[in-house]
């Protein structure tokens, strides 16, 4: 709103009262200045005139000013564009050769992978995985030590509520893998879009879910389900999109645990999803003894002494003859009276690993089925050199006399000093 000014030239005074913005309206009175007569100044008409149009573009300035406001506009907000979505994230190595790509068992089944199924079934369909799950994959790069590299594919599923985001170009994912110094291994991107299965899920589905030899990332159900709210059901129906790119991992690639970062991208706005898998070194090493032999009373225990000679088949020797230091553990299965398996087996050992002349790393009575790691300084077996192996079984008072057989695992995995 503006102001109405009237300009009265008699008494030079003026007053103001409210008008609508818009709308001005201006009363001016040119009057003598004086008293006409002798001695009396009176204004021409050219001087009225410019005195008029000064007041009048005075007050047209102002006017101006009031209105403009008036006739702004404001535009309407633009949506603020929504995240993406990643579910879940997995990795997959390669069994087969370096010309085709095969999915299989982890190479470290022994391990536990991580807690659970990380990637389980949503509330509302799709699939849902908390970010940090580890182990997920144990890899061994090159377990022949030829040179050669591993090939490794890198899966996820993500959605947007534009379903069409990811089906083009608008949606992008990626993958960014650390090594376990921190360090970038490589940015990845998809080779590739797939439901993973035309007719049924595939052997990828088989290989990382929780079935036999699988690498246990989801349960069936989270795949396909009565409902059909599983990820593949769900990718199918196209309310999710699953990509893979694939990495080759190099020869005498770092051991240790590795991070990958998927990221998901629409509209710049971005999602993250984290996990790990690890990275095994190889490991090769010999037991020397093909049978190992105790006699035992029941109720008693029995002992078979190792040593540091690799030639001699009754004491039992672990050498390491790969390149990196190794921890050891062993498993045994119960051993089964000959020709009579329903009858009570010796099921508790003992044993011991020493890589010199004096004490080793001694492991408690423990039952069979168990594994067990050798711990200490003492557990450890540098390359090219080898350790002494004490085993012990112990038998129950009721156990009857036979002949008992059984088998004992010799476990090995990378890891400590030399």
């Known amino acids: 709103m503006t102001a109405l000014s009237h300009i009265d030239g008699r008494s030079g005074s003026t007053n103001q009262s409210p008008l609508p913005c818009g709308r001005v309206t201006v009363t001016i009175k040119a009057m003598t200045r004086g008293r006409v007569g002798r001695g009396s100044t009176r204004w021409s008409g050219h001087r009225r005139l410019a005195a008029a149009r000064r007041i009048l573009a005075a007050i047209v300035v102002a006017a101006s000013a009031s209105v403009s406001p008036a006739l702004r506009s404001s535009a309407a907000a633009t949506p603020e564009p929504l995240a993406p979505t990643v579910h879940c994230g997995w990795v997959m190595p390669n069994t087969g050769d370096s010309t085709t790509f095969t999915y299989g068992p982890d190479d470290d089944a022994t391990t536990e992978r991580s807690a659970g199924t990380p990637c389980f079934p949503g509330a509302e369909g799709g699939a849902f995985q908390p970010t940090g799950a580890s182990g997920l994959a144990h890899i061994i790069v090159d377990p022949l030590g030829t040179g050669i590299g591993r090939e490794i594919e890198l899966w996820a599923v993500v959605s947007h509520p534009s379903s069409d985001a990811f089906a083009t170009e ?249």
């Open 170 to 418: 608008s949606g992008t994912v990626s993958w960014t893998v650390y090594a376990p110094n921190g360090s970038v291994v490589s940015q990845v991107f998809p080779t590739g879009r797939s439901c993973a299965g035309t007719v049924a899920p595939g052997p990828m589905w088989a290989a990382a879910s929780n079935g036999p030899d699988g690498l246990g990332v989801f349960a069936a159900n989270t795949v396909e389900n009565l409902e059909g709210t599983g990820l593949w059901q769900s990718c199918r129906q196209g309310r999710l999109r699953m990509f893979f790119g694939r990495l080759t991992l190099a020869s005498g690639s770092p051991c240790g645990s590795y991070s990958v970062a998927t990221t998901a991208t629409v509209e710049g706005k971005s999602t993250e999803l984290r996990y790990g898998f690890d990275v095994i070194c190889p490991t090769r090493a010999t037991l020397d003894a093909v049978d190992v032999l105790w006699n035992v009373f029941p109720g008693g225990a029995a002992h078979v002494v190792g040593d540091l000679d690799p030639t001699t088949a009754g004491a039992p020797t672990v050498t390491n003859n790969g390149p990196n230091p190794i921890q050891v553990g062993l498993v045994f299965t119960p051993l089964v009276r000959a020709g009579s398996p329903e009858a009570p087996a010796i099921a508790e050992f003992g044993s011991m690993l020493a890589p010199t002349t004096g004490e080793g790393s001694g492991l408690p009575r423990f039952a069979a089925d168990t594994p067990q790691w050798f711990a200490g300084p003492s557990s450890i077996v540098c390359p090219g050199h080898s350790a002494r192996l004490n085993l012990t079984v112990y038998a129950s008072r009721d156990l009857p006399l036979g002949q008992y057989v059984g088998t004992l695992r010799l476990l090995t995995r990378a890891g400590g000093r030399c």
